[in-house]
T-cell receptor, first 120, second 107 residues
Framework: QITLKESGPTLVKPTQTLTLTCTVSGFSLTTSGVGVGWVRQPPGKTLEWIALIYWDDDKRYSPSLKSRLTITKDTSREQVVLSMTNMDHVDTATYFCAYMVRGVMRFDPRGQGTLVTVSS | DIQMTQSPSTLSASVGDTVTITCRASQSVSFWLAWYQQKPGKAPKLLIYKASNLESGVPSRFRGSGSGTEFTLTISSLQPDDFATYYC?????????FGQGTKVEIK
């Protein structure tokens, strides 16, 4: 059974750096073709793909956010970490991580994501 | 970026109805398109991948079709559990993008 669990702060101040962790189980971060992606959703709005990291450490970022993002994985801890610098009010959103195989993202059916509010 | 445009934005229907949601891409995404269902406070649930492949465990009343720039999601015999918001998503080109969503509500 594949599970993904997002964790991180619920409140960050403007200009601060957000660090989110996705802890996975039921699959290996080093299996060929596998990746973990991040998607966010501002309140009442649509989904936005942010970044993903592949089994071979290839990384892809949304161009609009690329200068602020870093995605890494720790295979020993079975975690994928997303960092976003210089947070702003417009970054207030629910952040989801997803399991990806051959481009297809699947979210944890038990998951709710993690709501991050940017406020001073 | 590839723009994904869904129509309608909102759809009112009754249990038992058949409904169709359309998704148009600003350029071809071949068949690299997925459909998700989302309910309030929950993560998106994959329904259809590669345009027409039904995800395991998803009822067969959900059907996806299309290729290139035009896609449809059809839900036959709408059930109470189907009232939700639906999103199309292209993963042919980076950055991956989503449609704005179609809310299926009870008439």
């Amino acid at each position: 059974q594949i599970t993904l669990k997002e964790s991180g702060p619920t409140l960050v101040k403007p200009t601060q750096t957000l660090t989110l962790t996705c802890t996975v189980s039921g699959f290996s971060l080093t299996t060929s073709g596998v990746g973990v992606g991040w998607v966010r959703q501002p309140p009442g709005k649509t989904l936005e793909w942010i970044a993903l990291i592949y089994w071979d450490d290839d990384k892809r970022y949304s161009p609009s956010l690329k200068s602020r993002l870093t995605i890494t994985k720790d295979t020993s801890r079975e975690q994928v970490v997303l960092s976003m610098t210089n947070m702003d009010h417009v970054d207030t959103a629910t952040y989801f991580c997803a399991y990806m195989v051959r481009g297809v993202m699947r979210f944890d059916p038990r998951g709710q994501g993690t709501l991050v509010t940017v406020s001073s | 970026d590839i723009q994904m445009t869904q129509s309608p934005s909102t759809l009112s229907a009754s249990v038992g109805d058949t409904v169709t949601i359309t998704c148009r891409a600003s350029q071809s995404v071949s068949f690299w398109l997925a459909w998700y269902q989302q309910k309030p406070g929950k993560a998106p649930k994959l329904l259809i991948y590669k345009a027409s492949n039904l995800e395991s465990g998803v009822p067969s009343r959900f059907r996806g079709s299309g290729s290139g720039t035009e896609f449809t999601l059809t839900i036959s015999s709408l059930q109470p559990d189907d009232f939700a918001t639906y999103y199309c998503h292209q993963f042919n080109n980076y950055p991956w993008t989503f449609g704005q969503g179609t809310k299926v509500e009870i008439k």
